[in-house]
């Protein structure tokens, strides 16, 4: 069955006799009016107007239990039960096509109810950040209209950053560990943000719109033209993830299995050994390929990270720290 066209406003407040039902010409009108209430009194009981008994009746929500001789609608018991059911249902906020869909035994109540709970809870989401964004214009100062208005022109989510990422990471990465990179590398939305975390998404969503930063990132601190991309990301996911127990166990930077594994990913994806030298070597081309807009990128979404995990950029500064000691030491 198809779900009626929900009309924007109410029919007009005319009732004519419904089409191939006897008016009060017809020679067929029964002389007795059919039991049940009228219209107006439906309305009444219900504690609705007649405007809305109508339009629930003509969206095909309210059944009737005939029509009187002049053909004015009749309602029984059911219509007003049906009536009352409906009231309290858009009392929670169900839309009309979502009511129907229970009235007709197309839907489970607890079904429905469970999807407008959660619709509820996005709407709050989207309302929290609105609240949020409103109170970062006063740190924001100048740019504050433009950054914050492109940024939460629609509900904040991931997909600019994730966008953002398939432009820096190299296309030739197999998809799943493209997947995997990109799932740690862009933090989770706070819920309920502060104002300073509303400004960092909007910061952070402004540097990840522009495609000419994220070719800039690639260029500068991807993989060179004889190095085994695949090889080397697949390594320093397990550097990183090393790094990061280093992190939550509030270590320095210090050499260890996480520094193997950095250098050790770097070497084998470059064909080369580790070694003393090739550390070295090593040190200075990461000092040299530390790209400012990266490093913003991590700040910003640091502050967005509401569980202070440490996350790919903390890593990647705890293993560079550890590297840079030992190769002072050396």
Known sequence: ???????????????????????????????????????????????????????????????????????????????????????????????????????RGDTELAEALAGQRRETRRQMVELRWREAALAAFELAGPEGLELLGEALDSPP???????????????????????????????????????????????????????????????????GPYCDAVKLYEGMREAYGLAAAELRAGHHPATGDALDCFVQAHAAAERAVDSTDYRRTLARRTAGRGDARMERYWSLAAELRADGEPDMGAAHAWLAGALFAQVREA
Do not use: C
């Not at 020679?27 to 809305?52: M, Q």
């Not at 600019?160 to 995997?180: G, I, K, M, Y």
């Open 1 to 103: 069955m198809n779900a009626p066209s929900w009309p924007a406003e109410p029919p007009p407040s005319a009732d004519p006799p419904a089409a191939g039902r006897p008016g009060p010409e017809s020679p067929g009108a029964s002389p007795h009016p059919p039991a049940g209430l009228s219209i107006g009194e439906l309305a009444e009981t219900a504690g609705v107007s007649v405007k809305t008994v109508r339009f629930y009746s003509d969206s095909g929500l309210l059944p009737e239990a005939g029509r009187s001789p002049g053909g004015h609608r009749r309602y029984g018991a059911e219509a007003l039960d049906r009536l009352r059911t409906v009231r309290r249902l858009r009392a929670l906020g169900l839309a009309l096509p979502a009511v129907a869909e229970i009235l």
């Open 157 to 223: 989510g991931p997909d600019v950053l994730h966008a953002f990422w398939r432009r820096v990471l190299p296309v030739r990465l197999p998809a799943r560990l493209t997947s995997a990179i990109i799932e740690a590398a862009v933090p989770e939305l706070p819920s309920d943000p502060t104002a300073h975390q509303a400004l960092a998404y909007a910061r952070l969503h402004a540097l990840a719109s522009d495609r000419a930063v994220a070719v800039g990132i690639r260029e500068t601190t991807g993989p």
